[in-house]
C-alpha cells in the first residue's frame, strides 16, 4: 500500500498547468499569470507637482527666509490634465496644482503653505506675483518620471495570483488585458443506488448525496470549472454513460466518489479499469484508505471513498493540490500550526487526519476533537476547524504533547 506521500507525490507528477487564456482585468482578481507583466511605460509618466503650489527655479529662492522673501511674478496657471506650455525663466514661477506637469524651466514646487497665497481654489485666477518665505531644496514637491516604474521593468512575475492593487497597477499601466491560466475543468459525480438528490423526498433506505456539493465546492475553492454529473447507480452501465459524459467535455479530471472499496456492488473500480487503468486503489490513510487514482480513456481519474468525511479528506490531501497544480498555482501550501492536545488521541497506525477544533489564549495552541471519528459523521468535520495529522506508525499520542493541526 502506498503512504500518503508517495500517493500524492504520484499524483502530483500526473499534472501539469493548463493552458491560458486572457481576461479583461475587472475579471482578472484572484486569476494566475501564465506569463510576466512587463512595463511599457515610466510611472509617473511625467515630472509632476506633488502638492498645490507654485513652480519655481530653486536657484532664484537661494536667499528666501521668513524675513528676507523672495517676490516672483506668476506667469501662469498649471493645472492637472494639460500640457501648459509655459516656460519658467529667471524671477518667475507658475501656479501649478497637485499632478500637474511640472513646466518647462522649474525645478522645483513650493507649497502654497509656504507662500503668501492662501486660496488654493483653481477657479480664481493666480495673483500677479507670489512671495516666498522659504529656501527650498532643488527638486521638493516634484514626483519625478520613472520613480514609481521605469519602463520595460517586470512588475509581476509569472505564477503570481492577481491582487487588488496588482490590477491597480496594470491599469495604470495601460494594460487593460491579463493573459493567465484558464480554470481547470472537472467532472464530478457520485455513485450508489441508496443515493438521492437533496430535493429528492427522503424515502426508506436512501441516503441523500453530499457528496457531489461538497466536493464541487472544495474543486472551485482549487480554481476549478465544474461539470456536475450527479449519481451514478450502481451499475456498470450507469458509471460509464456518466464518465463517458465526462470524457466527451473533455475535461482535465473526474473526480467521483463510493463505489471504489470491495462490496459486492462497487463497479467504479471495474469500469475504469476496463476504459482506463488504476495506477493504484488504496493509501495508508484514515479515514479514507480505499482511495483509487488512474484514468479514464486517458483523463486522470480519481476514486474517493464514499463516506462524506473521507471524501471531504482525501479531496483536501490529493485533489486539492493536483488541481492547484493544474490551475497554475503553487500546490499543496497548507497551514500548519503545531498545537498541545487537552485529551488523548488514537490512530490505528496508518496517518490519521482527525476532526478537531483549535483555540488559541497568549500565544498557546491547543486542540481538542470535536466527537466521534467516524467517517460518516459529517457534524464533527462541520463543527471542526483543524485536522489534527498524526504520523503514520503512531498509535496514540497522550494530552500535553505538541502535534501538527492543519488549519481548515
Ligand atoms: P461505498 O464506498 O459505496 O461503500 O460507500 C460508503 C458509504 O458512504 C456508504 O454508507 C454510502 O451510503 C455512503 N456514501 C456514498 N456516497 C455518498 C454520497 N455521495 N453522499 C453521502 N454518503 C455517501
Ligand atoms: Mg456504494
Given at each position: 500500500m502506498l503512504s500518503v506521500n508517495e500517493a500524492r507525490e504520484f499524483i502530483l507528477s500526473q499534472f501539469h498547468p493548463v493552458d491560458s487564456t486572457v481576461l479583461p482585468l475587472l475579471e482578472s482578481a484572484g486569476r494566475i499569470l501564465y506569463e510576466p507583466v512587463t512595463a511599457e511605460i515610466d510611472?509617473?509618466?511625467?515630472?509632476?507637482s506633488?502638492?498645490?503650489?507654485?513652480?519655481?527655479?530653486?536657484?532664484?529662492?537661494?536667499?528666501?527666509?521668513?524675513?528676507?522673501?523672495?517676490?516672483?511674478?506668476?506667469?501662469?496657471?498649471?493645472?492637472?490634465?494639460?500640457?501648459s506650455g509655459l516656460s519658467v525663466r529667471e524671477g518667475e514661477s507658475a501656479r501649478i496644482m497637485t499632478g500637474a506637469a511640472v513646466p518647462e524651466g522649474a525645478d522645483t514646487v513650493v507649497m502654497v503653505e509656504d507662500?503668501?497665497?492662501n486660496i488654493r481654489n483653481a477657479a480664481v485666477p493666480p495673483?500677479?506675483?507670489?512671495?516666498?518665505?522659504?529656501k527650498v531644496e532643488s527638486g521638493s514637491n516634484i514626483r519625478q518620471r520613472g520613480a514609481d516604474v521605469v519602463a520595460n521593468q517586470v512588475i509581476l512575475p509569472s505564477r503570481h495570483r492577481l491582487k487588488a492593487q496588482d490590477v491597480g497597477l496594470l491599469a495604470m499601466l495601460g494594460i487593460p488585458t491579463v493573459k493567465i491560466f484558464r480554470r481547470p475543468r472537472v467532472a464530478i459525480l457520485s455513485s450508489g443506488d441508496e443515493l438521492i438528490s437533496p430535493e429528492t423526498p427522503l424515502t426508506s433506505g436512501k441516503v441523500r448525496d453530499a457528496n457531489s456539493y461538497a466536493l464541487s465546492i472544495l474543486a472551485t475553492d482549487a480554481g476549478a470549472e465544474i461539470l456536475f454529473l450527479g449519481i451514478a447507480k450502481d451499475n456498470p452501465d450507469s458509471i460509464k454513460k456518466l464518465l463517458d459524459r465526462a470524457f466527451d467535455a473533455n475535461v482535465d479530471a473526474i473526480i467521483s466518489s463510493a463505489g471504489v472499496s470491495l462490496?459486492?456492488?462497487?463497479?467504479?473500480?471495474?469500469?475504469?479499469?476496463?476504459?482506463?487503468?488504476?495506477?493504484?486503489?488504496?493509501?495508508?490513510?484514515?479515514p479514507g484508505k480505499p482511495l483509487a487514482f488512474g484514468n479514464y480513456r486517458g483523463i486522470p481519474f480519481f476514486g474517493l471513498?464514499?463516506?462524506?468525511?473521507?471524501?471531504?479528506?482525501?479531496?483536501?490531501?490529493?485533489?486539492?493540490?493536483?488541481l492547484e497544480k493544474l490551475s497554475g498555482g503553487n500546490s499543496g501550501i497548507r497551514k500548519i500550526q503545531r498545537v498541545k492536545?487537552?485529551?488523548?488521541?488514537?490512530?490505528?497506525?496508518?496517518?490519521?487526519?482527525?476532526?478537531?477544533?483549535?483555540?488559541?489564549?497568549?500565544?498557546?495552541?491547543?486542540?481538542?476533537?470535536?466527537?466521534?471519528?467516524?467517517?460518516?459523521?459529517?457534524?464533527?468535520?462541520?463543527?471542526?476547524?483543524?485536522?489534527?495529522?498524526i504520523p503514520s506508525g503512531v498509535k496514540s499520542v497522550p494530552p500535553g504533547e505538541e502535534i501538527d493541526a492543519w488549519l481548515l
Open positions: 510611472l509617473p509618466a511625467f515630472d509632476n506633488s502638492v498645490d503650489g507654485f513652480a519655481v527655479r530653486s536657484t532664484d529662492l537661494d536667499s528666501a527666509g521668513p524675513l528676507t522673501p523672495v517676490i516672483l511674478k506668476v506667469i501662469g496657471d498649471v493645472p492637472a490634465g494639460i500640457i507662500t503668501d497665497v495673483p500677479s506675483l507670489v512671495t516666498i518665505l522659504k462490496g459486492a456492488f462497487d463497479f467504479i473500480k471495474g469500469v475504469v479499469e476496463t476504459n482506463g487503468a488504476l495506477d493504484f486503489w488504496k493509501v495508508d490513510m484514515r471513498p464514499g463516506n462524506p468525511v473521507s471524501a471531504y479528506i482525501g479531496f483536501m490531501v490529493f485533489i486539492t493540490p493536483a492536545l487537552t485529551e488523548p488521541v488514537y490512530s490505528d497506525g496508518r496517518e490519521s487526519y482527525l476532526r478537531a477544533v483549535v483555540t488559541s489564549e497568549n500565544n498557546e495552541h491547543f486542540a481538542r476533537l470535536t466527537g466521534h471519528q467516524a467517517s460518516s459523521n459529517m457534524l464533527s468535520l462541520v463543527h471542526a476547524n483543524a485536522l489534527l495529522i
